[in-house]
Nanobody
Framework: QVQLVESGGGLVQAGGSLRLSCAAS????????MGWFRQAPGKEREFVAF??????YYADSVKGRFAISRDNAKNTVYLQMHSLKPEDTAVYYC?????????????????WGQGTQVTVSS
């Protein structure tokens, strides 16, 4: 069992930055691939970013603006977000998977956090 707790969300103006954190507890964090997803009101949950070792993979909509990283010593994965746009407004979730072949598929992940709200004002 892995418990995930997101933090760092908030209200920011367009063009601003936020850093989300996801703290993991339970099993060996380094064994897990980690992903970030988001869900806007009335929309389906969508893939944002993924990291297994040190290389991040991104949805086209955030590529060049967001950066995912992990600190295995702190059992934490981060999502640094720059140049935020109103369309980035959503609840952001982190997720963990033991083995993964389709990192952009939410069904590939076993564990989920409760989410943190990010609101970008125009």
């Amino acid at each position: 069992q892995v418990q995930l707790v997101e933090s760092g969300g908030g209200l920011v103006q367009a063009g601003g930055s936020l850093r989300l954190s996801c703290a993991a507890s339970g099993r060996t964090f380094s064994n897990y691939a980690m992903g970030w997803f988001r869900q806007a009101p009335g929309k389906e949950r969508e893939f944002v970013a993924f990291i297994r070792w040190s290389t991040g993979y991104y949805a086209d909509s955030v590529k060049g603006r967001f950066a995912i990283s992990r600190d295995n010593a702190k059992n934490t994965v981060y999502l640094q977000m720059h140049s935020l746009k109103p369309e980035d407004t959503a609840v952001y979730y982190c997720a963990a998977a033991g083995k993964i072949t389709t990192p952009d598929n939410l069904n590939a992940y076993t564990y989920w956090g409760q989410g943190t709200q990010v609101t970008v004002s125009s």
